[in-house]
């Protein structure tokens, strides 16, 4: 029997128990009010009970509705939670990936310096281009990583109780800082192959080719603008994650096994940034 039924009957039984009280309460009545006295008694105890069922039905129907009201409030807040946890969730996982990103970008850079000294034309340009697209993840990841804060901080408003905390915190954005170290890289090393006449022919061949980067169409426009736009987004993050921190009170939930995982990542990411191998 769920809560709804519960109430109703209850709401029947009060009913029934007015009906009950009112005929007794009739029953007391002295019978000597002559015809219209028993006939006013005889409404009495034929409404009264009728009513007082009326009134049970109405406050069970009633309570019923309240009680039914407060079940989706609870549903929707255990939405808002789980979606919460779901968005804590990917942003801890897509934070662990950034190392990934950047040692993927440095590797592909060593290949173009060797390509470079080789005097490999394409094949440099191309390792360029891959170290390119990995800045460009990079950057994807960071703006997705703000855009989770952005929603965790909106759900948090909507909940009554105590939300897990955001896995990203000031210090985790200030090693996201790491990618510049990484572009610059990239930078010096068109910049020399740029000071290279037959590098500089087949660049300007390549310049203009298209590219998988949100937010540039070719690969010159990525090289040139790539730097810029991780120091937008990452400022952008940091700036979320400050107003998170003033704003909400929030319990951690596994807090061991999140700063963990969060740890390693932040060590792999200071490790890129000072050149040492992870």
């Known amino acids: 029997m769920n809560d709804e039924t519960r109430v109703v009957l209850s709401g029947l039984v009060a ?13 007391l009545i002295p019978p000597f009010f002559g015809w219209y006295g028993c006939s006013g008694v005889l409404l ?11 009134v049970g039905i109405k406050a069970g129907e ?12 609870r549903q929707e807040q ?13 942003s801890l996982s897509t934070f662990e990936a ?21 005097h490999a034309f394409s094949p440099f340009w191309e ?28 759900l948090t408003t909507r909940l009554r109780s105590s939300v897990p905390t955001f896995p990203i915190r000031a210090q985790s954005v200030r090693a996201m800082l790491a990618a510049n170290t990484t572009n610059e890289h990239m930078r010096r090393i068109v910049h020399d192959a740029q000071r290279d006449f037959q590098f500089a022919v087949i660049y300007e061949q390549r310049r203009t080719n298209h590219i ?13 603008g790539l730097g810029d736009r991780l120091e937008s987004s990452i400022q952008d ?42």
């Open 62 to 73: 009633l309570v019923a509705m309240g009680v039914e009201a407060g079940a989706k409030r």
């Open 78 to 90: 255990t939405r808002h939670l789980n979606a919460i946890r779901t968005l804590c969730s990917e």
């Open 212 to 224: 998988l980067i949100a937010g540039f169409s070719t690969l010159g426009q990525a090289i040139d």
């Open 237 to 278: 993050l940091g700036k979320q994650i400050e107003h998170m921190s003033s704003s909400v009170t929030a319990v951690a939930e596994a807090i061991e096994a999140q700063t963990t995982r969060h740890d390693k990542a932040l060590v792999m990411l200071d490790n890129i940034q000072r050149r040492r191998v992870p």
């Open 127 to 154: 390792a360029i281009e891959k170290a390119a697209l990995c800045l460009g993840g990079f950057d994807a990841a960071v703006q997705r990583i703000a855009a989770n804060s952005q929603q965790h901080a909106e």
């Open 44 to 54: 009495v105890w034929v409404v009264g009970p009728v009513a007082g069922l009326a």
């Open 98 to 118: 950034l190392p990934d990103q950047l040692l993927s970008a440095e590797s592909h850079l060593d290949r173009a310096e060797r390509n470079f000294s080789e």
């Open 15 to 27: 009913g029934a128990v007015a009906a009950v009280g009112t005929w007794l309460m009739v029953q």
